[in-house]
């Protein structure tokens, strides 16, 4: 379907439409008649009647971040306009980068092109751009895990997830969705070992949100939706790169979800386990709400087994799903929908960034899985949920929280354990065959 189909033309009063996607609207809210005359309006700073505001911290470089975003779109694009007196493009061709095919943009298409991006708007020249683009999968599979990197700091954890998956024997492939700011180490390290990768765009929400400094991988953490856009893909695992794979899990690709023709008006959007409210560390910034007695974890303690196989209640304790394991059916109307709260006000409440925005969005309407898809390493201590905890049953383990496994020092690592730490060789056992295949093949390096 072209561009001229799915998109209806733009109205001269530029008003909010219906189920068009935030691309449509944020295109009326910063798009005029004269603002759409060239490319080089479109770049410019914010028109007057746009208010500024400063722009500090994570902002600021997310900021910069997303100027170089409207470069790369742009890098290897070739547009033979013409004249635009008439704010079209009816003959002009759209070349994209070497890996997509040549387009026409004409009309709404061209214009949508042009439209003038905010460098702190969430919504960038890629996604204009996205859905005039083909969508080729990086690797030859319909279904996939995908993990996020940002950094290399999640580098080591990102390998050992890949290794302790092939360990288990699954049959789907690990795809690295990276982001601008991963460096050129991290990349080389990532395909040494042949780990499939996709850039993908730092999604951030239009009203600043600000963490406590703690908390600072939240601000990762809204790009953890971006599997929900990969329709190039039947199904997609996410999972967070300090995870480690202990059992196959491969039937995640094959439970009953809905399908990308429901829109997300299903109750089945999309699956994950619970998020733990206890807060066991007592951080005086997290909700009051988030105690014990509110984990819907806390209501499968009277039936231990059941909680091995079965999930509570989406609707349970206060009803958020964990974002460290998600199982996505892509779906354009599901990522529009996202987007468009990317967009909203509403995301300056939103303590846990992607788990706040998914419940929010979809009250439980998503499949609850069992913990031992995502076990995270604090359900295990005493007085949290040791009350069902099973380390036989564990399929997927969740090392949340500092410091990590990789990040332990020598001197701790060979030191004595106690019931809270002792889960950490779980990984540096794992992470020591990694380490020990890879000499075989000759790789060494500081990974």
Not at 100 to 129: N, V
Request: aromatic share 8%; proline share 7%.
């Amino acid at each position: 379907m072209s561009a001229e189909q799915s998109l209806e033309p733009p109205r001269p009063e530029g008003p909010e439409r219906g189920n068009t996607g935030t691309t449509v609207r944020m295109a009326d809210s910063h798009l005029s008649a004269a603002d759409a005359s060239s490319t080089e309006n479109s770049l410019h700073p914010p028109r007057s009647d746009t208010p500024e505001r400063p722009l500090t911290g994570t902002t600021a470089r997310m900021a910069t971040n997303r100027l170089s975003v409207v470069t790369s779109a742009l890098d290897g694009v070739s547009l033979d306009a013409g004249s635009l007196d008439d704010g079209s493009l009816e003959d002009g061709s759209f070349e994209t980068r070497p890996d997509a095919p040549p387009r026409q943009l004409s009309g709404t298409t061209a214009r949508m092109a042009d439209a003038y991006i905010s460098p702190a708007s969430a919504t960038t020249m890629e996604h204009f751009l996205h859905p005039f683009r083909s969508i080729e999968q990086v690797v030859g599979s319909a279904k996939v895990w995908t993990t996020l990197i940002t950094n290399t700091a999640y580098l080591p954890g990102l390998l050992t997830l890949d290794f302790s998956l092939k360990e288990c024997g699954s049959k789907y492939p690990l795809v690295a969705l990276y982001t601008d700011e991963f460096p050129n180490e991290g990349h080389k390290a990532l395909d040494a070992r042949g780990i499939s990768k996709k850039r993908v765009e730092y999604l951030l929400p239009t009203t600043e949100k600000s963490f406590d400094e703690t908390d600072s991988r939240f601000y990762d953490c809204w790009s953890k939706l971006t599997p929900f856009s990969l329709t190039e893909y039947e199904r997609v695992v996410q999972l967070d790169s300090d995870m480690l794979v202990l059992k196959n899990m491969d039937e995640l690709m094959d439970i009953p979800l809905d399908g990308p023709e429901a829109e997300g008006k299903g109750d089945k959007v999309f699956a994950a386990s619970h998020a733990c409210v206890c807060n066991p560390l007592k951080k005086p910034h997290y909700p009051k709400e988030w105690v014990s007695a509110n984990c819907a974890f806390t209501t499968q303690h009277s039936d231990p087994e059941k909680a091995q196989t079965e999930g509570a209640s989406p609707l349970a304790g206060l009803a958020m799903p964990n974002g460290g394991l998600q199982v996505v059916v892509p779906s354009k109307a599901v990522y529009n929908t996202i987007l468009a709260a990317l967009a909203s006000p509403d995301t300056s409440s939103y303590d846990f960034s992607d788990q706040s925005l998914l419940s929010d969005l979809f009250p439980g309407r998503w499949v609850a899985l069992p913990y031992v898809y995502n076990a995270l390493k604090t359900m295990r201590w005493a007085g949290v949920h040791d009350a069902f905890w099973q380390d036989s049953a564990v399929k997927n383990l969740h090392y949340l929280l500092s410091p990590k496994p990789w990040q332990e020092s020598e001197e701790v690592r060979k030191g004595g354990r106690d019931a809270k730490t002792e889960i950490n060789t779980w990984w540096w056992d794992v992470n020591e065959r990694r380490q020990e295949e890879e000499r075989a093949k000759g790789i060494e390096d500081q990974w």
